[in-house]
């Protein structure tokens, strides 16, 4: 039993100096976290799952739900996906960005370009091509501005452009299958024949008057889309130009030029105390054509 007696004391030192430095190492860790600062508070914030454009129905597959820090939170946010199930998109979204109040129709609207339409405006679609509408990169949100190029009546030998509305937010833009008809060229063959093509349409937040003027302007003329900046809504006053003001005459009179033929009939005329009559159209078949009484 003697013999024994060192070795108990020896194992029982032994378990003391480790709980006593497990104890210590306890000690140190709690004293280093207590140091640490502690992370901001996260809540739940509501966001587009993928890129939601204007109209669109929202729908559980749109949302997820990311944990942002409470002091970061943006006014008019969401905590659950499950309240905004049915709600209409009025401004695009991005993927990732928050689902804010303001960037929603109210409550009960139907899906569809009519729930991004404020009151007192109308939505009205014109067709445009590549050219037309700036090489495709005019989307949803820009504002442009509308010329057109009048080519019949008074301005068949005399082309203008002007423009006629500014700053003039874009809704949207999509295609459209359409169908058109042309000549058919083969004298055995007459009457007309069809193709289907996709052009390109752009919807544009107009007043009623505003409205009235792109209508007449696509009746009579072709109409172009001149894209903006965002930041921009300065108005621009313009006269206008014809190609009588556009191409100079012959000589470099420097008098509003014109088409050369037309300037020397002008000017022949003139010269023998002759004064232009009325103008009269005439339309054959597919040709048409004007003469001067």
């Not at 010329?147 to 459209?176: C, F, H, M, N, S």
């Not at 006053?237 to 020397?264: D, H, M, Q, W």
């Not at 232009?276 to 004007?290: A, F, H, L, M, Q």
Request: with cysteine.
């Amino acid at each position: 039993m003697r013999s024994k007696g060192p070795i108990i004391f020896l194992v029982l030192a032994l378990v003391l100096a480790g709980v006593a430095a497990w104890g210590a190492h306890r000690w140190i860790k709690s004293q280093a976290q207590k140091r640490v600062p502690k992370g901001p508070t996260l809540v739940p914030v509501v966001i587009a799952k993928t890129k939601l454009a204007p109209g669109l129905r929202l729908a559980k597959a749109h949302l997820a739900v990311k944990r942002w820090p409470q002091g970061a939170v943006p006014p008019g946010s969401f905590r659950r996906p499950q309240t905004l199930i049915g709600r209409v998109v009025r401004a695009p979204l991005a993927k990732g960005e928050a689902v804010l109040m303001y960037k929603l129709a109210p409550k009960g609207v139907a899906g569809g370009l009519s729930a991004i339409v404020p009151p007192g405006f109308r939505a009205l679609t014109v067709r445009v091509d590549e050219v037309i509408g700036v090489g495709g990169f005019v989307q949803p949100g820009d504002r442009v501005d509308v010329l057109v190029t009048v080519l019949k009546g008074l301005y068949r030998e005399d082309p203008i452009t002007r423009t006629v509305l500014q700053d003039i937010p874009v809704l949207a833009v999509g295609d459209k299958l359409v169908e058109e008809y042309t000549a058919k060229s083969s004298k055995k063959k007459r009457g007309k024949k069809s193709k289907k093509t996709t052009v390109r349409i752009v919807t544009l937040q107009l007043t009623p008057q505003q409205g009235e003027y792109l209508a007449l302007a696509a009746t009579w003329g072709k109409v172009l889309l001149a894209l903006r900046n965002q930041g921009d809504r300065e108005k621009a006053v313009t006269a206008g130009i014809s190609i009588l003001s556009l191409v100079p005459t012959e000589g470099g009179s420097g008098k509003k030029g014109g088409c050369p033929k037309r300037a020397r009939a002008k000017s022949s005329t003139e010269s023998v105390g002759h004064t232009r009559g009325p103008v009269v159209e005439i339309i054959k078949g597919v040709t048409i054509s004007t003469q001067t009484l």
